[in-house]
């Protein structure tokens, strides 16, 4: 059966969050607690939908989160993490106190996977990156080869 839908999606605001909404949410959150976000949006007077609180408040808003710069040892345990559990960013967040899942893969996919691309490892292997050949080497020789 599933469940139903969390709100009928007439009449809802979506795109970017803006500081009085952000000042709503805290403010009933920090009075009311979470509780049910179904009902939280309507309660603290937003015209948002429940997922959308929710994800804010996870993602965003959280007291304990921490925000800026990834450390070298926290971009360390992603990618060993990451070679060990693959795109399971809710187990890897698990080891970066104060981290969000969602910040994790975004700092993965910008920055992370194309470093590992170019000191030549596969991100998705975390070995090194060899052509179907080989080597460069075994490559020239075969294009030499063919143009005889």
């Given at each position: 059966?599933?469940r139903?839908?969390?709100?009928?999606?007439?009449?809802?605001?979506?795109?970017?969050?803006?500081?009085?909404?952000?000042?709503?949410?805290?403010?009933?959150?920090?009075?009311?607690?979470?509780?049910?976000?179904r009902?939280?949006?309507?309660?603290?007077?937003?015209?948002?939908?429940?997922?959308?609180?929710?994800?804010?408040?996870?993602?965003?808003?959280?007291?304990?989160?921490?925000?800026?710069?990834?450390?070298?040892?926290?971009?360390?345990?992603i990618?060993?993490?990451?070679?060990?559990?693959?795109?399971?960013?809710s187990?890897?967040d698990?080891?970066?106190?104060?981290?969000?899942?969602n910040?994790?893969?975004?700092?993965?996919?910008?920055?992370?996977?194309?470093?590992?691309?170019?000191?030549?490892?596969d991100?998705?292997?975390?070995?090194?990156?060899?052509?179907?050949?080989?080597?460069?080497?075994?490559l020239?020789?075969m294009?030499?080869?063919?143009?005889?």
């Amino acid at each position: 059966m599933g469940r139903s839908p969390c709100c009928k999606k007439v009449g809802l605001k979506k795109g970017p969050w803006t500081p009085e909404e952000d000042e709503k949410l805290l403010a009933y959150i920090e009075q009311h607690g979470h509780g049910s976000w179904r009902a939280l949006s309507l309660k603290a007077g937003l015209e948002r939908c429940g997922k959308s609180c929710r994800l804010r408040w996870l993602n965003y808003l959280r007291p304990d989160i921490k925000r800026g710069k990834f450390s070298l040892q926290e971009e360390r345990t992603i990618i060993q993490l990451h070679a060990l559990l693959g795109n399971r960013w809710s187990a890897i967040d698990t080891h970066l106190p104060k981290r969000t899942d969602n910040e994790i893969k975004n700092y993965w996919n910008t920055h992370l996977k194309k470093r590992l691309t170019e000191m030549g490892i596969d991100p998705v292997t975390h070995k090194p990156i060899t052509d179907a050949l080989g080597s460069a080497a075994n490559l020239s020789h075969m294009v030499q080869c063919i143009n005889r």
